[in-house]
């Protein structure tokens, strides 16, 4: 991003100026595979006229596409929505909208970054046909592959995400990243690999790389859900359909979550006992880590992760500062959270 367009409002003051627009805002993601000539013009295209609706979100722009998680003041819904329709790279894109507002914003800024890639996905694009994807799954589609005894159905998504909510019975493998489970997929499946496969991820933009490199592995039948789970919710509402995904759909925005099942899947990370699958980033801004707490537990220890982020965050700043360089090691070194277990046989 050019530097006289950077942000320079500091976390909190963004979060002020934003709960002092109280303009009711609709919450989406987009995201396509699209070859970008120019990606400084296309950003410099997005970013003036995304700010000047009032746009909000993380938006990746690379040689290979666009992939946005962002919100749009609803009021300027029709100029934004003709405005994207008119980009020759986005002219019929589809949207991906939030299935539950909820009560905080869901971001604060507008950012526009250029990466090599859309999605971090370790991948060589170079040795296989990105473009030979599997065939996608509608909503009633996957119910029948999710019952079928025959078929095969792997969350595409990373541990903290399946950990508060995942298809019935589907193979959630305890990955941390991306990366990490295309390398590993391939392999763990191979007991499977003349079955029917259904892939599914938050939106469906992991599922289109990760389906024609299994097909590129050697599996003859993958498919994966379109409009990954935000859209699978959708279609379940409007054709009365059963819902077969249990807890909650994981967002990588600030409401960290969107309920699809009503059943609570996952257990408070600090006490180990209560049912929760509230996500909360640690207060301690040196810490930030992710982790499931409970009512009781996240009020007991201020919001966070442990009492130690506690003490650290209330000493001086500049003790803080001197901290923050040796924080990770300790980080490192602490036992980790205890988290609900996954099933991830193959
Ligand atoms: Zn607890
Ligand atoms: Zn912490």
Redesign the pocket.
């Given at each position: 991003m050019n530097n006289s367009r950077r942000d320079l409002r500091s976390r909190t003051q963004k979060r002020a100026d934003i709960a002092a627009d109280t303009r009711p805002r609709t919450t989406l993601s987009l995201y396509r595979y699209v070859h970008i000539d120019d990606t400084q013009e296309f950003q410099d295209r997005l970013y003036t006229a995304w700010a000047d609706f009032g746009c909000l979100g993380r938006i990746y722009v690379a040689s290979e596409g666009i992939n946005a998680q962002m919100s749009v003041p609803t009021e300027c819904w029709e100029t934004f929505n003709s405005w994207v329709q008119s980009q020759p790279e986005l002219q019929g894109v589809p949207y991906k909208l939030a299935v539950d507002e909820g009560s905080i914003s869901s971001f604060f800024k507008l950012s526009i970054k250029i990466k090599d890639k859309i999605v971090a996905d370790g991948l060589d694009d170079g040795s296989f046909d990105v473009t030979n994807t599997g065939d996608y799954l509608t909503a009633a589609e996957m119910n029948a592959y999710v019952d079928d005894p025959e078929a095969i159905v792997v969350d595409m998504r990373n541990n903290y995400e399946s950990e508060v909510g995942h298809f019935t019975g589907a193979i959630t493998p305890n990955v941390v990243t991306f990366r990490d489970e295309l390398k590993k997929t391939p392999e763990l499946l191979t007991v499977h690999k003349n079955k029917k496969i259904a892939l599914y991820c938050t939106g469906g933009i992991r599922c289109e790389k990760a389906s024609a490199w299994l097909k590129h592995n050697g599996f003859k039948h993958v498919r994966h859900l379109q409009g990954g789970i935000i859209d699978y919710a959708h279609q379940v509402q409007a054709q009365g359909l059963e819902n077969k995904f249990r807890g909650k759909n994981f967002v990588f925005d600030e409401r960290l979550g969107e309920r699809v099942g009503n059943e609570v899947i996952a257990t408070c990370h600090l006490c180990r006992k209560e049912p929760s699958d509230t996500h909360y980033h640690?207060q301690?801004q040196i810490?930030y880590?992710l982790f499931i707490g409970c009512d009781s537990c996240v009020e007991k220890k201020n919001g966070?992760?442990?009492f130690m982020?506690r003490q650290i965050d209330y000493l001086p700043l500049a003790h803080k500062k001197k901290l923050a360089k040796y924080f990770n090691e300790y980080v490192r070194k602490r036992k980790p959270f205890q988290k609900t277990r996954l099933s991830t046989k193959y």
């Open positions: 640690c301690n810490c880590t966070y992760c442990s982020c």
